[in-house]
């Protein structure tokens, strides 16, 4: 499978080791820098955090995981770094590569990051473009299975918008302070 967008960027990783490193980071320790923020951001807002926002990120979660589960299955994609026979640039599991799990959290934490507040978004999407690009860079991924895992969020995303909570949700924050205060 020729993917001229994953074999151009895992050359140019090749090619500079400043790139292969940085490459490296955003594959493989950027999402939990990205994982800590949305920690952070939860913190900074957990005054508006209500359980009805709880639920729809785990919603959201059960349904971008069952996807990945159920299609997993229906669609095989073999790694970059398999079909072309080199050393990925990083660890990189030797299993079907679709979609993207670590494409699939980024993804996910962007959608969550609208939910709670829209200011940090920016940053959580340039974020999760540098994941994406760096899993194609270092020879994990082809580009099917980080627009698989981007596909999976947004539908996880959709499927949690539209679910009817109990109303009383909206209103019961997850800060043990403002419950008391109230």
């Known amino acids: 499978m020729t993917d001229p967008i994953q074999h151009a960027l895992h050359s140019a990783a090749t090619q500079n080791p400043l790139l292969a490193s940085l490459s490296v980071f955003c594959a493989s320790g950027l999402l939990f820098v990205l ?57 990189a599991s030797n299993d079907n590569g679709f979609p993207s799990d670590h494409g699939l959290v980024a993804a996910l934490l962007v959608f969550w990051a609208w939910w709670i507040d829209r200011r940090w978004l920016p940053l959580f999407i340039v974020g999760m473009l540098a994941v994406m690009a760096g899993r194609l860079a270092i020879g994990a991924h082809h580009t099917l299975d980080i627009l698989g895992s981007l596909i999976f969020a947004a539908a996880g995303f959709a499927a949690a918008s539209v679910l009817r909570f109990p109303a009383r949700w909206g209103d019961r924050t997850v800060s043990r302070a403002q419950r008391q205060g109230a």
């Not at 994982?35 to 807002?45: D, E, K, Q, S, W």
């Not at 919603?59 to 050393?87: G, K, Q």
């Open 35 to 91: 994982v800590a923020l949305l920690a952070l951001t939860g913190l900074l807002n957990l005054r508006r955090l209500t359980w009805r926002l709880v639920a729809r990120v785990v919603s959201s979660l059960a349904v971008a995981a069952l996807l990945t589960l159920l299609l997993n299955h229906v669609f095989t994609d073999v790694r970059p770094f398999v079909v072309e026979h080199y050393t990925p640039l990083a660890h």
